[in-house]
């Protein structure tokens, strides 16, 4: 009996070891563990002041070897439009773009607007519904009109310039920025210019832009509410560069057609007589008389 109680004890022992040592490893694995991740964290810590401090310098060695030029002189409304003769319209501020609503065409006589190199990387949604502008009094166009007319409903400023606040998408889709456009001009050229706009934001900081459509006298219209129908579409550029401002101006007909954008470029002078608007009235009169001669793609690009 007593060399049995022996043995009993001594295996007691034994287990009572065996799970002491299997505790202490399993707490030293987890205190290893913690080490490891501590250091994990400051080396992460330090790489990322590393880099920092490596992207300031390069910043600032960048800006003492090119000194930037490119600070965009302030003028207030600067891409609001003067209109020559007396127009039916309604004028509404939105968050996004300024209006003025052809209360008889029931399409925008022009929409204008300032896009931003920051504005241009927007992360917001694209909207998908088309409402009546609500700031409107009176009449206005419906989505309903469009249906079965054959033409898109098509922006004037476009909702991928308005990535940057929903606010601003939600009213990019109000019917007082759209208008009866062909849907391969919609969807091709007029487009293709809408994404060039948007590279010359990026790369001048900023880009003034009016747009809107040319409507002659006998035109048709859709819809029950009798949406005046474009001939064709304008949109006048604006921008910053190289300490000197510059301007161009593009005329689409509202029909099918692929062609370069520079087919379509036309001196701002040029679309001015078209639709009898003065663009960028603000700038001082020696330097919007130079700049709205210009009709060369190439010149206002490079």
């Known amino acids: 009996m007593k060399g049995q109680n022996s043995k009993m004890a001594l295996t007691f022992a034994l287990a009572v070891a065996i799970s002491l040592i299997s505790c ?3 707490a030293a694995e987890k205190a290893e563990e913690k080490i490891i991740e501590s250091a994990i964290d400051k080396g992460v810590e330090k790489l990322e002041e590393g880099i920092t401090i490596l992207f300031d310098k390069a910043r600032d060695y960048y800006h003492e070897q090119f000194p930037d030029t490119s600070q965009v002189p302030y003028y ?7 209109s020559k003769k007396k127009l039916k319209e309604q004028v509404v501020e939105h968050k996004g773009y300024t209006v003025s609503y052809n209360t008889t ?7 204008a607007y300032e896009l931003t190199d920051e504005e241009v990387v927007g992360q917001i949604s694209r909207a998908d519904k088309f409402v009546p502008d609500p700031d409107i009094k009176g009449r206005c166009s419906t989505t309903d009109d469009y249906k079965g007319s054959g033409y898109d409903r098509g922006h004037m400023a476009p909702a991928g310039d ?9 009213e990019s889709f109000y019917t007082t920025n759209i208008c009866p456009q062909n849907h391969n ?3 091709g050229d007029w487009k293709e210019l809408e994404e060039q706009v948007r590279d010359w934001a990026i790369k001048n900081e900023k880009v003034y832009v009016v747009c809107g459509p040319i409507v002659k006298k006998n035109y048709a219209t859709v819809g029950a509410n009798n949406v005046a129908v474009p001939d064709s579409f304008f949109k006048v550029v604006l921008m910053y560069r190289d300490g000197n401002w ?3 101006g593009f005329v689409f007909a509202n029909k099918s057609g692929n062609k370069p954008l520079n087919t379509y470029a036309k001196s701002v002078d040029e679309v001015e007589k078209l639709t009898g608007l003065d663009f960028f009235s603000i700038l001082p009169d020696e330097i919007e008389n130079e700049i709205e001669k210009n009709g060369s793609f190439d010149a206002f690009e490079n």
């Open 162 to 170: 308005m990535k940057w606040d929903a606010k601003a998408m939600e």
């Open 185 to 187: 001009l919609n969807s």
């Open 246 to 248: 510059r301007s161009l």
């Open 76 to 82: 207030e409304r600067l891409e609001i439009p003067q």
């Open 105 to 111: 065409w029931l399409i925008p006589n022009w929409v």
């Open 24 to 26: 202490n490893d399993h």
